[in-house]
């Protein structure tokens, strides 16, 4: 079946840096696009970044992680990467990796139908 098991969250302090890491199985990762979304306590999920299935430069981020955070892919390793630099207390939050339906770059969470169980990321003041 299909699983998509992230590690790599902690404690950080701002300004500090952060690589998380997506192991995926059970699919055929190289065709579809990935993301990563998160969740703050008491909010809704929102979209942080999204990859094509190709990698490269066919990349789409929030506005609020431009310029700090990079996602990338490894299609050899059925892995998807979030690298997160200078890090702020409003980062902290449970950090999703997902499968999208699709071969470009998703934002929306209804494109996505698999899901990571989530591993926290916490950025101290």
């Known amino acids: 079946q299909v699983q998509l098991v992230e590690s790599g969250g902690g404690l950080v302090q701002t300004g500090g840096s952060l690589k998380l890491s997506c192991a995926a199985s059970g699919f055929t990762f190289r065709s579809y696009s990935m993301g990563w979304f998160r969740q703050a306590p008491g909010k809704e999920r929102v979209f942080v970044a999204a990859?094509?299935?190709?990698?490269?430069?066919?990349?789409n981020y929030a506005e609020s992680v431009k310029g700090r955070f990079t996602i990338s892919r490894d299609n050899a390793e059925n892995t998807v990467y979030l690298q997160m630099n200078s890090l702020k207390p409003e980062d902290t939050a449970i950090y999703y990796c997902a499968s999208s339906r699709f071969s470009a770059p998703q934002t929306a969470i209804s494109a996505y139908n698999y899901w990571g169980q989530g591993t926290q990321v916490t950025v101290s003041s």
């Open positions: 990859i094509s299935w190709s990698g490269g430069a066919s990349t």
